[in-house]
């Protein structure tokens, strides 16, 4: 089997699209200078340093639980900011004024749970922001699930997205449920223009693939690779550029 799957630098090729919903999403906060601030999945830990600054937080943690992505992390901490490994399943803090998340609860099950806890790590007033894609019903997440079926049988991973996220209308009533007095719970279309139709293998090799890859040695991922492309295209035909419409899901609400 191979080692942690996540590779920053093939994240970091959609850098821009990945970072259009993040800057969404904190764009939803409501300023409070000094705030303690948590990003749960925070990645490679750059947005994490330039949201910290965009809103004057006092001192934010970001928390991951790769090891690839924490060591770039740990490069950019600086004053105010630190990071930690840790699993954002079961994480819980406390008397936090903003817990953000951005592409990461996807990733786990059990949302009503885990909210449920990052709901009690808020302090008075405190705010959540969360996004998670809604894309599993494209083509380029439907071939990966079949694919992935055909090649590992009873062991292939379900698409995390079709099985973990809720519907919109779902994080608004949890919303409502855990006590948060405000909220917005909105599902928006990213447009991202791709080169082409094969750059959705790269896409989909940052993140989605992650679950196959980890199942598989060096060659027999790549081998899936080459099959993935050659039905994507199958499915989708080449197009130069590639339009790719990508569905997410915003959340936040305000204890206040
Ligand atoms: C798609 S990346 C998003 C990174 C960052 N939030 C951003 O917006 O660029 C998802 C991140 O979630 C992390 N992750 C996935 N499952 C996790 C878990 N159970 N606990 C902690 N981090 C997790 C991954 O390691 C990865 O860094």
Known sequence: MAGSPWDPDQYDLFAAEREQPFW???????????????????????????????????????????????ARADSVARVGVTFAAGDIATWVGSDVDVVFSNAALQWVGEHREVLGRWRKSLAPGGQLAVQ??????????????????????????????????????????????LGFKRQLVRMQVYTHILADTESLVEWMKGTSMNRVKRLLEPDDYQEFVESYKARILKRLGYERPFFYPFKRILIWGSLS
């Open 24 to 70: 969404d999403l904190a764009g939803l906060l409501e300023p409070k200078p000094g705030a303690s601030l948590v990003d749960l999945g925070c990645g490679d830990g750059r947005l994490t340093v330039s949201l910290h600054e965009r809103i004057g937080a006092g001192h934010t943690l970001g928390v991951d639980s790769s090891p690839e992505m924490l």
């Open 132 to 177: 998670v894609p809604g894309n599993w019903d494209h083509a380029s997440h439907l071939v990966l699930t079949e694919l992935a079926r055909e090649r590992l049988g009873g062991d292939a991973p379900p698409d995390p997205v079709a099985v973990n996220v809720l519907k919109p209308e779902e994080y608004s009533k949890l919303l409502y449920e």
